[in-house]
C-alpha cells in the first residue's frame, strides 16, 4: 500500500494505481473524455489533469502512476485555470447546437463547460468543415461535432478487434474517419455500435426511429435474448415503448454489444409480435394461455410416445439459449421421454 494525499486529505492506496484510479477508488471525481478502464490510457484529451506537488507541470491523472508520499490537488486555481483553457481550445471547433443535439443532457462537453462556465471559445476557428456521414444503416458520424478524443478508434481496435476507423491526417486536419475517407458504409464496419456508445459528444449518435431526450426515458435493465452469452443491456421506455438500447457496463459483456443487441429492438413494438401462446383448432391459430399450452405439449407427447415409441419423438435446441437451458432440454429428451433424438441448431 502506499500513502498519498488527495485535496488535503491522506488515503492508503494500491501499488501500480494511476492517480485517476486512486482518485476514483477514494470517491474523489476527476473529469475525463478520452478514459475507459477497458482501454489502456492514451492521455489525450488532458482535462483530466491534475496538479502533483514537485512536479513541474500538470499531470494527466488516467496515465500517471501514484507514489509514495505523492500530494495530489484535484482541483486547484492552476488545474481549474487549465481545464477552462482546455475547454475553450475545444468549443473554438465545436458547433454550439446544444438546443437541437440529440446529445444533449449525457454530452460530457456541455456537463464540464457548465461545471467550469464556459459559454463559448475566444479563439478563432480553424477547423474544415466535414459532411455528416450518414451511410451507415444504424448510426450516423458527424465529424465536426468529434473532439479529437479517440475513444471510439481504441475500442474499435482494442475491444472489438474491427479496424474500421482510424485518425487521418495531421494538426487542423486531424479527423476520423474509414480507410481512404470512403465512408463507414464501404469500411469493415461490423455495425456494433460499440464506438457510438463511448462518444463523449454527439459526434457518433443512433439513427432513432422515435424521438426522445435523454431525460424523457427511464433505464430498464435486461438480459439480450439474440444468443447465449447473456449480455446485458438497458432498453430506452418512453410512454411504455421501447426507443433504444444502451450497454450496460458490467459482467459478463462489459459495455460491449453486438449489431443485434445494440440496434434490433425495434421487432418489440411490432403489431405483428407474438404475445401470447397459438394452438391450431380446425386449421386456425388461436391464442392461449401458458397453461393451456403446456397442458397441449404434454398431453401430445405422452400420446405419441405410447403410440409410436419414444424414438419417433425428436428435440431441437437453440444458439439463443443458455447452456444450462441446452443442457436440461437434452437430459429432459434423455431421460424423460427416453431417445437420444436431440440436436442444437449450432447457428443462428
Known amino acids: 500500500m502506499l500513502k498519498i494525499k488527495i485535496n488535503g486529505s491522506e488515503f492508503e492506496v494500491k ?3 494511476t492517480i485517476l484510479e486512486a482518485c476514483k477508488e477514494v470517491g474523489v471525481e476527476v473529469p475525463t473524455f478520452c478514459h475507459d478502464d477497458r482501454l489502456k490510457p492514451s492521455g489525450t484529451c488532458r482535462i483530466c489533469v491534475v496538479e502533483v506537488e514537485g512536479a513541474r507541470n500538470l499531470m494527466a491523472a488516467c496515465s500517471t502512476p501514484v507514489t509514495d508520499g505523492m500530494v495530489i490537488w484535484t482541483e486547484s486555481k492552476k488545474v481549474v485555470d487549465a481545464r477552462k483553457e482546455i475547454l475553450n481550445l475545444i468549443l473554438a471547433n465545436h458547433p454550439l447546437d446544444c438546443l437541437t443535439c440529440e446529445k444533449s443532457g449525457e454530452c460530457k462537453l456541455q456537463d464540464l463547460c457548465y461545471k467550469y462556465g464556459i ?3 475566444t479563439f478563432k476557428p480553424n477547423k474544415k468543415e466535414y459532411d455528416v456521414d450518414e451511410s451507415n444503416e444504424f ?10 478524443c479517440g475513444k471510439c478508434v481504441r475500442v474499435c481496435n482494442e475491444l472489438q478487434c474491427t479496424g474500421a476507423i482510424g485518425f487521418a491526417q495531421r ?3 486531424t479527423h476520423v474517419t474509414t480507410p481512404f475517407d470512403k465512408g463507414i458504409a464501404n469500411s469493415t464496419c461490423v455495425s456494433c455500435g460499440n464506438c457510438v456508445a463511448v462518444c463523449p459528444v454527439g459526434a457518433l449518435m443512433p439513427k432513432k426511429k422515435m424521438k426522445y431526450r435523454t431525460w424523457e426515458v427511464k433505464k430498464v435493465r435486461t438480459t439480450c435474448s439474440y444468443c447465449g452469452v447473456g449480455c446485458q443491456l438497458y432498453l430506452l421506455v418512453k410512454d411504455d415503448k421501447v426507443v433504444g438500447v444502451e450497454p450496460y457496463f458490467g459482467e459478463p459483456n462489459r459495455g460491449l454489444l453486438c449489431v443485434k443487441g445494440r440496434f434490433a429492438y425495434n421487432f418489440i413494438n411490432h403489431k405483428d409480435r407474438l404475445k401470447t401462446p397459438l394452438i391450431k383448432k380446425n386449421g386456425k391459430f388461436e391464442e392461449a394461455t401458458w397453461e393451456e399450452a403446456y397442458d397441449y405439449i404434454v398431453g401430445r407427447l405422452t400420446e405419441i410416445k405410447e403410440k409410436y415409441g419414444p424414438d419417433s419423438i425428436a428435440g431441437l435446441t437453440s444458439a439463443r439459449c443458455t447452456n444450462e437451458e441446452n443442457y436440461i432440454m437434452q437430459k429432459f429428451m434423455r431421460a424423460v421421454i427416453g431417445t437420444n433424438n436431440i440436436d442444437h441448431c449450432a447457428r443462428l
Open 15 to 17: 501499488k501500480g494505481l
Open 119 to 121: 459559454k463559448g471559445s
Open 139 to 148: 448510426y450516423y458520424s458527424d465529424p465536426n461535432k468529434c473532439i479529437l
Open 171 to 173: 494538426g487542423i486536419k
